[in-house]
């Protein structure tokens, strides 16, 4: 066995432990200053000059900073050991005492919104004022969708036990699943990497014990379902957002228009990427209709290597190190100090995140490494996360927000230089062949069937203004969308049909999903300029980019590499990348006549 004796992260550099004292001196020193903040301020916004706004300001920003550390901790803490009660019970308090102690900053966004815009203007014409001009610009975004003091204060409060506890009712509940598959247990992370077995009676008999046990959960999971879509209707409609996925575009500062447009853009590629993809597919395990659960199907002639670690960080790192001497340095960092937590383990949450602490401090990576392809591309993924946090230190903790949208573009591109890293390196052989295959799936899993996600999200969320949905109802919509995206070809049968249920997603950032296609398309299109070789000092302005896109918007982002995104063609650009892959596995196909 290569992989023992994995990197975990040390969270000392936060805290020492849940028991050190500094965290309650921490929490109560942020319960003064929210305290102090409102009484020296509320009601005074109008009546201060620039210099005083920016000093308060300063002041605000230095303290959420120190924040963003104790709530970092707690989730950290006890992500990695989800069966702890302790852990988890730490984690629940913290959040509960934040969100008390910071309701006198409620007025803050309100009072900012009730002044007129000479005023605003009169403040950003001071220089100290002007770095703060994205967040100003994205509170009055929010203007017209805001309630009264009073009212802020209960929804804030309340979320702690509405969406909140929805939320984490739900993620308690997945991480204590339990699977069996020949007799042998797994926890969620372990259970997928069967999936990715070449034995497809594995792969088969796992998918049918993930499905069952999402069966046995389905009273569960489809009633938290509901309070969660219920629990968002009745907000947006207080806020006066017309549609379920408006107020998320809003926090992306996306027009509902755009989003419509990527959503359709990929839907009218179906059948010419996911489709023509999965018939190949199909061929290739020699059988008329492949499995649902052979979407990911690693093929037969395909060889079955196992990375250690160290191998898997140097692939990464030097594709990162060609790409970018830069980028390759700040990526460095991860691996010389233990920001990262790798082996998966009972009680740890599946997948793979960044989770940044706070603007200005290193972010954490979490991974459940076994040592498979896609685990490769999964490190370049979300060392990808952490690059683009490292190039934002210098925009401050209140300009600094995670725009879906643009969260996804480091961590794709990242994935994309190292698969053509790998790529480059081989001949036209059934490795090539295997290995681009893998990678179109992943994208397809990314761009296709996000946006199947995305619509399955949208008509739950319509058909919930009329009543709870049902299970079944919600196995019928999910059977729809992914039959409609993955084509004649893959079987969407029964044992698939209580799988909607394990998009995390869909509870915890309701139309997240979306945001993976968007980044994908953008991403390819970022990529065939960089292959063009139009662009001068293209790793340069990329990089630049990044530490923007929280503080830009994407047509002046895009503008130096002559991509316009209000263009209709945009998208079009991006899933062509897709479809010439799909042409280069034809080709291969032929020539090595398989």
Same mark, same amino acid.
């Given at each position: 066995m290569k992989n023992k004796n994995l990197p975990a992260w040390d969270l000392s550099d936060l805290y020492k432990g849940i028991d050190d004292p500094k965290i309650n001196t921490d929490l109560e020193k942020y319960g003064r200053f929210c305290k102090n903040f409102a009484r020296k301020y509320k009601g005074q916004l109008n009546k201060m000059s620039a210099a005083e706004i920016a000093k308060a300001l300063q002041d605000y920003e230095?303290?959420?900073?120190?924040?963003?550390?104790?709530?970092?901790f707690a989730y950290l803490n006890m992500i990695t050991q989800m069966k702890n009660q302790k852990a988890v019970a730490f984690y629940q308090s913290i959040s509960e005492k934040l969100t008390d102690y910071g309701k006198p900053m409620v007025f803050l966004s309100l009072e900012i919104n009730s002044l007129p815009d000479k005023k605003i203007s009169e403040w950003l014409k001071d220089k100290k004022v002007s770095f703060y001009r994205p967040w100003l610009e994205r509170v009055r975004r929010f203007k017209k969708y805001e309630l009264s003091e009073p009212v802020e204060e209960v929804l804030l409060e309340k979320s702690i036990t509405s969406s909140s506890a929805w939320v984490r009712l739900y993620e308690e509940t997945s991480s204590k699943l339990v699977y069996t598959v020949n007799g042998k247990n797994y926890n969620d992370a372990e259970i997928s990497k069967l999936l990715l077995d070449k034995d497809s009676n594995l792969r088969h008999a796992a998918g049918k014990e993930i499905n069952r046990v999402a069966k046995e959960n389905a009273d569960l999971f489809t009633f938290i379902y509901n309070m969660i879509i219920k629990d968002k209707a009745i907000e947006d409609e207080k806020r006066g957002f017309k549609a379920p996925v408006s107020?998320?575009?809003?926090?992306?500062?996306?027009?509902?228009?755009?989003?419509?447009?990527?959503a359709e853009s990929v839907r009218a590629n179906y059948a010419n990427i996911a489709h023509r993809f999965y018939k190949l597919k199909a061929k290739w395990l020699k059988t008329k209709k492949i499995s649902y659960w052979d979407r990911n199907a690693p093929?037969?002639?395909?060889?079955?290597?196992?990375?250690?670690? /160290?191998?898997?960080? @140097? $692939?990464? &790192?030097? =594709?990162? %190190?060609?790409?970018?001497?830069?980028?390759?340095? #700040?990526? !460095?960092?991860?691996?010389?100090?233990?920001?990262?937590?790798?082996p998966p383990r009972d009680g740890k949450r599946s997948g793979a995140f960044c989770a940044p602490v706070n603007a200005k401090d290193h972010p954490y990576l979490m991974l459940n490494f076994t040592g498979k392809q896609n685990d490769v591309l999964t490190l370049a993924h979300e060392l990808g996360h952490g690059c683009h946090h490292q190039t934002r230190t210098q925009n401050g903790e209140l300009n600094e927000y995670s725009r879906m949208t643009t969260e996804e573009v480091a961590s794709v591109f990242g994935e994309m230089i190292?698969?053509?890293?790998?790529?480059?390196?081989?001949? /036209?052989?059934?490795? @090539? $062949?295997? &290995?681009? =295959?893998? %990678?179109?799936?992943?994208?397809?899993?990314?761009? #296709?069937? !996000?946006?199947a996600f995305h619509f399955f999200e949208t008509r739950a969320h319509e058909e919930r203004h009329k009543g709870e949905l049902s299970t079944d109802r919600l196995n019928q919509i999910w059977q729809e969308e992914m039959r409609s995206s993955l084509g004649k070809y893959v079987d969407v049968g029964d044992d698939s049909a209580y799988?909607?249920?394990?998009?995390?997603?869909?509870?915890?950032?309701?139309?997240?999903?979306?945001?993976?296609?968007?980044?994908?398309?953008?991403?390819?299109?970022?990529?065939?300029?960089?292959?063009?070789?139009k662009i001068k000092d293209f790793p340069d302005k990329y990089i630049e980019m990044l530490s923007k896109t929280a503080v830009t918007d994407y047509k002046v982002l895009l503008s130096p590499f002559g991509l316009n995104p209000e263009k209709p063609d945009f998208w079009n650009k991006g899933l062509e990348l897709i479809s010439s892959y799909i042409d280069e596995l034809e080709r291969l196909d032929k020539k090595l006549k398989l």
């Open positions: 230095k303290e959420i900073s120190s924040v963003g550390k104790i709530s970092g107020s998320r575009n809003m926090s992306e500062n996306v027009s509902d228009k755009t989003v419509d447009a990527l093929l037969s002639f395909s060889k079955d290597i196992e990375y250690s670690w /160290d191998e898997t960080v @140097k $692939l990464v &790192l030097d =594709a990162y %190190k060609q790409f970018s001497p830069k980028l390759y340095n #700040i990526a !460095q960092d991860f691996f010389t100090h233990n920001w990262i937590d790798v190292t698969f053509q890293s790998m790529v480059k390196k081989m001949p /036209d052989n059934e490795q @090539k $062949l295997a &290995l681009i =295959a893998s %990678k179109v799936s992943d994208m397809i899993n990314t761009a #296709i069937r !996000q946006i799988i909607w249920s394990q998009v995390g997603h869909f509870f915890f950032l309701p139309f997240y999903v979306y945001a993976y296609s968007f980044a994908d398309c953008l991403v390819n299109s970022l990529y065939q300029v960089s292959q063009e070789g």
